[in-house]
């Protein structure tokens, strides 16, 4: 079993910058094993993704919402992974958590169902 702790969360004006961070549960060896996102979800509405990196190509993933202003990165040495939050909107308050999974090869890393372990969520508001 794998814990997830996000923080970093709050409140922000228009424009602002946050940085989430979610620690997890794990050896550093297994966590540079995970492929790791970051999802979101606003009151009344399914939750979606926001960014991810997919272990076995390295390469990230940004949903078009948060292209070029979110920016997902991770630290193995603390086990850490983050998502910088630039210039944000209205739009992206929503409770934002962590998620890991250890699937491998490679596939979608967009969907929830993928993911194997999720944090408890930070909420993230922007005000306008």
């Known amino acids: 079993q794998v814990q997830l702790v996000e923080s970093g969360g709050g409140l922000v004006q228009a424009g602002g910058s946050l940085r989430l961070s979610c620690v997890a549960s794990t050896s550093a060896r297994t966590f540079s094993s995970y492929t790791m996102g970051w999802f979101r979800q606003a009151p009344g509405k399914e939750r979606e993704f926001v960014a991810a990196?997919?272990?076995?190509?390295?390469?990230?993933h940004y949903a078009d919402s948060v292209k070029g202003r979110f920016t997902i990165s991770d630290d193995n040495a603390k086990n850490t992974m983050y998502l910088q939050m630039n210039s944000l909107e209205p739009e992206d308050t929503a409770v934002y958590y962590c998620a890991v999974t250890s699937a491998v090869g490679f596939f979608e890393p967009i969907y929830p169902k993928t993911y194997d372990y999720w944090g408890q969520g930070t909420q993230v508001t922007v005000s306008s």
């Open positions: 990196i997919l272990r076995s190509t390295s390469s990230t």
